[in-house]
């Protein structure tokens, strides 16, 4: 059973749905704690995926789906308070009368300076939920060390030099493949800038493939039993499709066909899609609005594809995925959670 420590999920992840009004300021409350990296996404508009964190700081855009340099928007998300954030009447975060969803995340605030590897950066840790933002530079050369502030080590990587024109490279678990593109629907690459496994305290950067940067962001994840879950799958091709045990009813999920190209970043929420089969999604690395099509399943213990689909189940194809809980299949209490 997936005994957790993590009784309540929504203290360090939680989805918020909203809808804009075109004020500035507007409060977006009820996440429940600081967000300290946040995804908005608009649901019915071609917007792009604005991402923020504490550590950049606020108003600085970054886009899942872009390749472009971080922006200063100062009718963005404007600052972070301790149940949410602000926000302009950006057109991204609050266009009037346009639904939005916001998927947040607890880090530890802005952050602090680490000197655990060759290079010093600017961490900021959630130890207990397995998740860290952290700033460096990078020299253009040799391969450098930095210190992530998990005390576990990660097996999931986003990092983006932010202040460049410059793809989002990913870090995705041994033995599936070396690297994809956040922004790209193309399949997994040798070229990476990640020199091999990262550790318990470090990760490494080869900057010949990354290059000399300023403000280079990687977000980083290590499981947690019952919280989250990073791994892969296989597809089958069937309307049945393979099913993915995570140990937890999942409230986000982000897959990506990694054997071939062509298939993009699979992105869903269950505040969005509230009964099987599951319809509402988008694609990280577009800015279309989202799809209503019946694609999966989300169950008490993991989830299950349900559409012979080539970005999710491709009979033969891999697939690497990571998921964050809605409840644990098993609490600390030793006590079994119900779907709904």
């Known amino acids: 059973m997936a005994y957790t420590t993590i009784n309540k999920s929504s203290d360090y992840f939680n989805t918020k749905l909203y809808t804009g ?16 990296w946040v995804w908005t996404k608009a649901r019915s508009a071609s917007e792009g995926h604005r991402l923020c964190d504490a550590v950049r700081g606020a108003t600085k855009d970054l886009f899942s789906n872009s390749t472009a340099a971080e922006s200063t928007n100062a009718i963005g998300l404007k600052s ?22 916001s998927w947040n995340w607890k880090a530890n605030g802005a952050g602090s300076a680490n000197t655990d590897g060759s290079v010093s950066a600017t961490v900021s840790a959630n130890t207990t939920a397995g998740f860290s933002i952290v700033k460096y530079n990078t020299a253009g050369s040799g391969t450098q060390t930095m210190g992530h502030g998990l005390g576990s080590a990660p097996t999931f990587i986003i990092t983006k030099p932010a202040q460049v024109t410059e793809s989002w490279y990913v870090y995705i678990p041994t033995g599936v493949s070396t690297s994809l593109r956040l922004n ?60 993915v045990y995570t140990g937890f009813k999942p409230a986000w999920l982000l897959i990506k066909k990694s054997s071939a190209s062509g298939n993009g970043w699979f992105l869903m929420d269950t505040k969005t899609n509230t009964y099987n089969p599951k319809s509402i999604f988008f694609q990280a690395n577009l800015s279309n609005a989202e799809t209503d099509v019946d694609r999966m399943d989300i169950l008490s213990n993991g989830f299950k594809p349900r559409y012979d689909w080539s970005i999710i189940n491709e009979s033969g194809a891999t697939y690497i995925y990571m998921a964050f809980a809605e409840a644990p299949l098993v609490g600390s209490n030793n006590v079994p959670c119900t779907a709904r």
Do not use: R, W
């Open 21 to 36: 009004n075109a004020t500035n300021p507007t409060t977006i409350s009820g996440i429940g704690f600081q967000p300290d």
């Open 184 to 243: 790209t629907d193309a399949a997994a690459v040798s070229s990476t800038p990640y020199a091999g496994t990262p550790t318990d305290t470090l990760f490494s950067i080869n900057n010949s493939v990354i290059g000399g940067y300023t403000n280079v962001i990687s977000y980083c994840f290590a499981e947690k039993t019952g919280y989250s879950k990073i791994g892969s799958y296989v597809g089958n091709g069937n309307a049945d499709g393979t099913f």
């Open 80 to 101: 972070f308070n301790s149940d949410g954030y602000v926000i302009g009447n950006s057109n991204g975060y609050n266009q009037n009368s346009q639904t939005f969803a």
